[in-house]
């Protein structure tokens, strides 16, 4: 098979690295190499945060009106839709995504961009009712700079759109390192964004390998807001890094979210929400429903549906839109798979479904296991797995239930499977968790912020705080009194 080269955009033109390395990626279907690309360093992030900044200050952006970014966000939502089925195979080959998820995703990334597009030219200041007599004051929301957005490999295209579609909206620009594992999409997508009409340098694509491009990019002192999707340690280097230039930053690091299902439930509805929640996506999702609480009186009935309907989930080529459940994106995450479950077997857990790699596939996959723990202590049950991994655990009453959801330092997202309105509200409120979903599990949109607390990160993605959150306020005020200025040692 001969290997696809991809180059990366900066300033509008498509290069290689300065120092003219690269490195591989892996289809992990079937653990082969299928793409090179170019393996950025120190100079080539210099190279794009610097037109980056340009473009920023540049007439050609800073000129535009904020009903011309909308509209060249438009275009650029319904390029996406136009292009919708080949980004979907790119980002499935590079990652090993179902196509019947990517093209989900795809068929609904417009959505961010209009979404965006709208906000664009709404972003309003306020006068201010000040209480000083010959004082008018108001305040502008202003665009930051440049953003860094740091991509991980599970939802490339998705994890781009939710935060450059609202940063540009905004007026920033922006320089994005995709996963070295997952690019390939982000690459196509970036010769739309020029397609679009976004002039040159307004949004560049640095690719290249965490610990060089992307510390590169995080310490830059012309990158004024970053955009982190990734895990918590990274996290701690990114959070390091803004704390050098005084970046301000969002971060979104994955979960433990609980999944709690209740005696009243609707059981096929809950079973179909446990499965969308921690086998959807083989569980590489931020918001994967790893925790199953499951009440006393349901827990045998649950758990006999369950693992029935596990059985008929079929594990095979991402490609193939009969798969329901893909491989791992990296040999790593198979390997962190594999290490968690035989801990959690160490520890006591029961397997009561799944626990191996299946047999016959040549790529990295993983069966879908379910893990019965009758301890909260567990590794399994407080630390993300990041694979089709559910920790089960069975609950006596609503106290319990709480106390278990609320007891990992992850505070993401977490699910309710209750008929009692009362108390699938009790829950909402008392949840530590930044996203909850009564009924349903896995529900996204681009008016819908997400982010978490805790070890699930800080900052807020979708929504109209998630465009606010890529401004900054400036106040001015004027003297409107004809009077000479008084005593200047005084505060006014
Ligand atoms: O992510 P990383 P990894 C979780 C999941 C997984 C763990 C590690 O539990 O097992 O994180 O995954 C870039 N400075 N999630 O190692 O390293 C890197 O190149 C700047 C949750 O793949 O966090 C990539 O572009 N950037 C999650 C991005 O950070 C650096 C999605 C994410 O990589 C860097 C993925 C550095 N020093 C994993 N080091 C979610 N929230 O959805 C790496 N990067």
């Known amino acids: 098979m001969t290997l696809r080269k991809f180059q990366m955009l900066v300033n509008g033109a498509w290069i290689d690295a300065a120092s003219g390395k690269t490195y591989e990626s892996i289809n ?23 037109a980056a900044d340009a473009a920023f200050r540049g007439p050609a952006w800073r000129g535009l009106t904020a009903t011309t970014r909308g509209k060249l966000l438009r275009r650029l939502g319904d390029l996406i839709a136009e ?88 007026g920033n620009t922006l320089v994005i390192k995709p996963s070295e594992h997952a690019s390939a999409s982000i690459l196509r997508f970036a010769a739309l964004v020029a397609e679009a009409g976004f002039p040159a340098g307004v949004v560049n694509v640095v690719t290249g390998l965490g610990p060089s491009a992307g510390a590169a990019l995080t310490k830059h002192p012309l990158v004024r807001r970053i955009a982190f999707t990734g895990g918590p340690s990274t996290a701690r280097h990114v959070i390091k890094a803004s704390a050098e230039n005084f970046a301000k930053l969002s971060l979104e690091l994955g979960g433990k979210s609980a999944n709690i299902v209740f005696d009243d439930a609707d059981l096929e509805s809950a079973v179909n ?36 309907r596990m059985a008929r989930i079929r594990i095979g080529d991402p490609l193939d839109p009969n798969s329901d459940m893909g491989p791992m994106a990296t040999e790593q995450q198979l390997g962190i798979v594999e290490s968690m479950v035989g801990r959690a077997r160490e520890e006591g857990a029961d397997v009561l479904a799944g626990g191996q790699r299946p047999a016959g596939h040549e790529g990295w996959y993983y069966e879908p296991t379910l893990l019965a723990c009758t301890s909260e202590k567990l590794d399994v049950v407080q630390n993300e797995v990041f694979g089709p991994v559910a ?18 330092e992850y505070a993401l997202a977490a699910g309710i499977w209750t008929r009692d309105i009362g108390r699938a509200h009790r829950f909402a409120r008392d949840i530590h968790a930044g996203i909850v979903w009564v009924n349903t599990y896995r529900a996204v949109s681009a008016m819908a912020p997400i982010g978490g607390f805790g070890a699930s990160g800080y900052g807020r993605e979708g929504g109209i705080h998630a465009v606010l959150d890529y401004t900054e306020l400036k106040t001015v005020w004027v003297n409107l009194s004809e009077q000479p200025m008084g005593d200047p040692f005084v505060m006014r």
């Open 28 to 50: 992990p279907a079937t653990g082969r190499v299928w793409s090179v690309l170019p393996d950025a360093d120190e100079a080539d992030a210099d190279h794009a945060v610097r």
């Open 391 to 408: 920790a089960i655990m069975r609950f006596n009453d609503d106290a319990e239930a709480l106390a278990l959801a609320n007891g990992t």
């Open 83 to 170: 292009h919708a089925s080949e980004l979907a195979e790119l980002e499935t080959q590079d990652n090993g995504k179902l196509i019947r998820e990517t093209r989900g995703q795809l068929a609904y990334l417009p959505e961010f961009f209009h979404y965006s597009a709208g906000l664009a030219d709404k972003l309003e200041g306020s006068t201010l009712p000040i209480d000083k007599a010959d004082m008018f004051a108001f305040t502008v929301p202003e665009p930051l700079g440049v953003v860094a957005a740091i991509i991980p490999w599970n939802s490339p295209l998705y994890l781009t759109a939710i935060k450059l579609a609202p940063a540009l909206a905004a």
């Open 273 to 308: 929400g446990a499965v969308a929640g921690i086998y959807a996506a083989s569980g590489q999702s931020c918001v994967a429903g790893s925790r199953l609480l499951v009440q006393d009186g349901i827990y045998e009935r649950f758990v006999a549906a369950l693992t029935a």
